[in-house]
């Protein structure tokens, strides 16, 4: 769909400081080392086999595929880093153009199935009858739905549920990512969209990651004027993140359009296991 309008916006969030700035600088720089100390070692031991004298053709090529990924994991985590860096000095921006939730919710999908599928996650997508126009940055929350998916399917057994709803009313768009997965304590739902978060153990966002995929989330939310906000009942017992982006021009622009639209049915469309 072509865009009508383009604008550029950014978001100013002061600088922190303080006291503890430099105590919280060390334990950031610790969380970053350890975050790229893992791969690294994986990229030098492929490196190392790849020159051993007796190592086969098959090796070689399942080294340089070990090496591609965990290039490609450093490069999402010196990205969020960037991401981030921008989000606090003001200068993260976005593109808006007039696009439908349909659309980046096909582009978030293609990214994410892999990941469903390696864990055999039984994945739902519930769309309204007509998702209308919103004035966004396509890339950027395409970026959203992916974490908000990843997330999700990271947390979630193997054999889980996924679902993702798209909403809409002549004011908001709405996407909702649920699962039955892990869930959250109730104390720590307020920590999520905090950069670097570190939650208690066994619960969700412990392992693995720099935390920056929900604080990243919220600054592109918010830099759309709209609202995240997670919803779990506890421990075990699933999560729910809600998304809610106004339509500004875009619901003004696509009215006629949509008035003549031919009404559908809500679809629903399962990936993974019957």
Do not use: W
């Amino acid at each position: 769909m072509s865009a009508t309008c383009v604008t550029t916006d950014s978001q100013s969030v002061p600088d922190p400081s303080g006291p503890t700035q430099i105590h919280r600088d060390s334990h950031l720089l610790a969380i970053v080392a350890h975050e790229l100390r893992a791969p690294l070692a994986v990229i030098e031991m492929a490196s190392h086999l790849s020159g051993h004298p007796h190592i086969n053709d098959m090796q070689v090529v399942q080294g340089q595929q070990r090496i591609r990924r965990q290039v490609k994991f450093m490069t999402s985590i010196i990205n969020d880093l960037m991401d981030i860096s921008h989000v606090q000095t003001g200068l993260l921006t976005i593109r808006r153009e007039l696009i439908r939730l349909e659309q980046v919710a096909d582009a978030a999908i293609d990214i994410v199935s892999p990941f469903i599928e390696a864990k055999q996650q039984i994945f739902t997508v519930n769309r309204e009858v007509r998702c209308p126009t919103v004035f966004a940055d396509p890339l950027r929350l395409t970026q959203v739905m992916v974490n908000l998916l990843v997330n999700a399917a990271k947390f979630t057994p193997t054999g889980g549920r996924i679902e993702l709803k798209l909403r809409g009313d002549a004011h908001c768009s709405s996407f909702i990512v649920e699962d039955s997965g892990e869930g959250i304590a109730l104390e720590d739902l307020g920590k999520l969209f905090k950069a670097f978060a570190q939650l208690k153990p066994g619960n969700r966002g412990m392992r693995s990651g720099l935390g920056l995929g929900l604080a990243l989330s919220r600054a592109i939310v918010e830099l759309h004027g709209g609202s995240i906000r997670a919803e779990s009942a506890g421990r075990g017992l699933g999560t729910r993140f809600i998304v809610k982006i106004p339509n500004e021009c875009g619901d003004r622009q696509s009215r006629s359009a949509d008035a003549h639209a031919r009404p559908r049915r809500p679809r629903r469309r399962e990936y993974g296991r019957a």
